[in-house]
């Protein structure tokens, strides 16, 4: 006859003649236990056909183990690159990854609630903001939050991100070093932190260099689209050298500079992008741009989550410049 | 006083003094309770702050509204945008994705308990592998599952694809309609079913147009530099045309060509790729490629998870050839 109702930790006990709250803590990586009780338990629920329920287990301790990612679309490839990267860390960490999509740009205070009902132990915001109040009420509740990406500049919410600001910055002495001294920046949308870093480290670094800004083009997105329009404004301002605020606007850009414009990069003008994703090493681009150091920001993000802490190497980790092509 | 305890679905109860289970049914979507008393409920869980827990939930309802997307990296492109638009699709339909990484080309048959102890309602698998077995025993135990661009032969498990042959079978036609006889095939990783079906019906088309096969080159798998590699292979074939068996190897390919080998595209070679992911559309590449039905794809997954039903009309989903300039 076949089992009307599933095997229990308390079916595993009686069958044993332990007590059940061993049973679980066997099933719990956390749970104090001797290995040969655990492997007698295993056993046990493998003969039985007992399946230790996850959801019912983060009841009782508290920690689902799940991660919830919160991200916009990925139309900007260097996401595509983060969630895969900390999709594959989450689970050798052995977390799972539950994602949320939040529109880019937007900010993610109205889906706490139902990540709350998820049981999410952690937060990790990425291509989405979130306010401080939010944020540290968050915290209070006893779960763990990192920002990854991006800050918030009137919070204590730990947050991992490159050297944005002295990024730019180098860009713009480069630039200089190499004879270019009128430059257009193209920008990324003004909502977000790392375009507001890059544009303050640019400016700064010209100012530093006696360097001109000839043109300013805004963009409403990080996407190839935006970029291949945008060129066309930085262009008209006839620079030696555009700094384009991320990789995919700067792809976008050279596509309509070369293509459209008729333009040798980089004989007739520089191009100079930000992230270093896959896309800018192809051939038919070697951009010129600013490494992020992807591996180490989702390692401290990480280690971070475990922690529940922040400390100062989270922030401002130095990048560098990966000269190719496009720069003369 | 701060409470110590959180607010419970019982304290709720008591306070308007009705029954706990009908609390319950008025935090479910689906649980029949009088709009009235619906309101009472959730005016009183504001007061009290009342937070329904949705996993505590999911254990009474054995509804959790989780929907497990099983994939591997995000190498190829094409997954970034399957994954960003099955999200969104799940989002509107009410759904939460949990994402579980699978190595590329392998199978998930490992991965089921830890998808049952996270107690997920519905499993999509895409970019991996599953055994018909293990489907059909994740079917028994009410859990719904689909087959994302992929199928398998021997089971009755829905599964949602293009017409990957006749796609295949239409590019050899048009390369012969257009007089290319001497063709060469980069084929996608053995084990997958995309490339199978793509191999099948590109050699029948070639059949029934008379045209030959001059060069057939294996790959490892769906990337980029996999595609430079392989072009080396087939061009010394000396083929009139190459067919790659998807868009970031013909991109790639589309790279070692014009570069590394100084030809022109089309006037030296042809070149063709499948699935019209973005990048395929740049100015720099303007690919002819098949066009896989992506947003058709994903609104027939969504709505087999919601009635765990197959139809005819989920596979073989008609596709369209995108012309562009690779083709001469």
């Known amino acids: 006859m076949k089992r009307a109702l599933p095997v229990t930790s308390r079916d595993i006990a009686r069958f044993l003649g332990v007590s059940q709250s061993m049973v679980s803590r066997a099933f719990d990586p956390a749970g104090k236990v001797s290995p040969a009780n655990r492997a007698r338990i295993m056993e046990a ?22 991660v919830a990612i919160v991200m916009g679309g990925m139309e ?3 996401y595509s690159e983060v969630l895969d990267k900390l999709a594959a860390a989450l689970d050798l960490a052995g977390f799972r990854s539950l994602l949320f999509r939040a529109p880019p740009g937007q900010d993610v205070d109205g889906q706490l609630p139902a990540l709350r009902q998820y049981n999410v132990d952690a937060l990790i915001v990425a291509s989405a903001s979130i306010s401080s109040r939010i944020a540290e009420e968050w915290r209070r509740d006893s779960r763990r939050i990192v920002l990854f990406n991006r800050t918030i500049s009137d919070a204590d919410v730990p947050s991992v991100s490159c050297d ?24 990324g949308p003004r909502q977000t932190s790392t375009n507001r870093e890059r544009e303050a480290g640019f400016l700064a670094g010209l100012m530093g260099a006696g360097s001109s800004l000839v043109g300013r083009v805004d963009t409403a997105s990080y996407s190839f689209a935006e970029g291949f329009r945008a060129a066309e404004a930085a262009i008209a301002t006839k620079p030696d050298a555009i700094f384009f605020a991320n990789d995919i606007l700067a792809l976008g850009g050279m596509d309509y500079l070369r293509g459209t414009a008729g333009l040798s990069i980089p004989r007739d003008v520089s191009v100079v992008g930000f992230d270093d994703i896959a896309m800018a090493a192809w051939p038919s681009y070697l951009l010129t741009t600013v490494r992020q150091p992807l591996d180490r920001m989702v390692e401290l993000t990480i280690a971070s989550l475990e922690r529940d802490s922040a400390t100062k190497e989270m922030n401002n980790i130095p990048i560098e410049i990966v000269l190719r092509n496009t720069i003369s």
Chains 1, 2 share one sequence.
Do not use: Q
């Open 45 to 66: 629920a493998e003969k039985l056909g007992y399946r230790p329920n996850a959801i019912a287990r983060s009841l009782s301790t508290r920690r689902s183990g799940i």
């Open 76 to 78: 900007n490839p260097f």
């Open 164 to 187: 944005n600001f002295g990024g730019a910055r180098d860009v713009a002495n480069m630039l200089a070093d190499r004879g270019h001294r009128r430059v257009a920046y193209v920008a």
